[in-house]
């Protein structure tokens, strides 16, 4: 028996933050985190 697997992250490689957060007080400060890469995997299990 074989199985198979494939997905992509972030197909169209958009560039984006993520968890922005406003720093409190009057700094001006606004801190995110960049987003992933676009990413492929491909997985094959077999069983025997």
Known sequence: MMAS???VRNLF???YLQNVTVQAGN???VVG???DPR???V???LWF
Do not use: Y
Request: charged share 15%; net charge negative; proline share 6%.
């Open 43 to 45: 997985t094959a299990r």
């Open 33 to 35: 985190t960049p987003g």
């Open 39 to 41: 990413m492929a995997n």
């Open 5 to 7: 697997a494939f997905w």
């Open 27 to 29: 700094s001006g400060l």
């Open 13 to 15: 490689d958009e560039h």
